[in-house]
C-alpha cells in the first residue's frame, strides 16, 4: 500500500512500492518507477522512465528527468534538479539523453545541480549548493561550483 496526496498527478504506467508517499502538487510521468518506502516530497517533479530505488528520501522541489536512475537509501535535499542533456538549445531536441546513476547510500543536499552523464558512487556526500559536472568516486565528500572534492568521508 503507497500515499498519492489528492492533488499530486500520476500518470499512466507507474510502479509505486508499498510504504511509499508522494506529497501535494508532485507529478511522476508514466513509465517511471518508484521503490519501497520512498517520501516524494511537495512540488516534485519525476520524468518519464526515471528509476528510484527502496528507501530513497527526496525533499521538496526537486526535478529528476529522463536518464536517471537512483538506488537505495539515497537523500536528495530540497530544490535539486538533475539535467539530462549537457548542451542544451532552445527549439531543438536532444538526440539521446545521458544517463545519470546515483549508486546506493549518497547524500545530495538542497539546491544541487547534478548535470547529466555522471555517476556518484556509493556513499558519497554532496554538498548544499553544489553543482556536480563530473563523477564523484566512492565515499568522499564533495561541494562547490563545479563540485570538488573536499575530504574523504
Same mark, same amino acid.
Given at each position: *500500500? &503507497? ?13 509505486? +512500492? ?5 506529497? $501535494?502538487?508532485?507529478?511522476? !510521468? ?14 516534485? $517533479? ?11 528520501? *527526496? ?6 528527468? @529522463? +536518464? ?13 534538479? &538533475?539535467?539530462?542533456? !549537457?548542451? =542544451?538549445?532552445? $527549439? ?11 549508486? @546506493? ?10 548535470? +547529466? +552523464?555522471?555517476?556518484?558512487? !556509493? ?13 564523484? =568516486? @566512492? !565515499?568522499? &565528500?564533495?561541494?562547490?561550483? =563545479? ?7
Amino acid at each position: *500500500m &503507497f500515499n498519492i496526496a489528492k492533488n499530486a498527478i500520476v500518470e499512466d504506467d507507474v510502479s509505486i +512500492g508499498d510504504g511509499t508517499s508522494v506529497w $501535494y502538487f508532485s507529478h511522476i !510521468r508514466h513509465n517511471a518507477k518508484i521503490g519501497r518506502n520512498c517520501n516524494i516530497g511537495d512540488y516534485c $517533479y519525476i520524468d518519464k522512465k526515471v528509476i528510484i530505488g527502496d528507501d530513497v528520501k *527526496m525533499g521538496n522541489k526537486v526535478s529528476i528527468y @529522463e +536518464g536517471a536512475i537512483i538506488k537505495d537509501r539515497v537523500f536528495i535535499g530540497n530544490g535539486t534538479s &538533475f539535467t539530462n542533456v !549537457r548542451k =542544451p538549445f532552445a $527549439y531543438k531536441k536532444a538526440k539521446k539523453y545521458l544517463d545519470t546513476i546515483i549508486e @546506493e547510500d549518497v547524500s545530495i543536499g538542497a539546491n544541487c545541480t547534478i548535470v +547529466g +552523464g555522471v555517476k556518484i558512487s !556509493r556513499g558519497a556526500i554532496i554538498a548544499d549548493g553544489s553543482v556536480v559536472i563530473s563523477d564523484v =568516486p @566512492e !565515499r568522499v &565528500f564533495v561541494g562547490g561550483t =563545479p563540485a570538488k572534492k573536499l575530504k574523504d568521508e
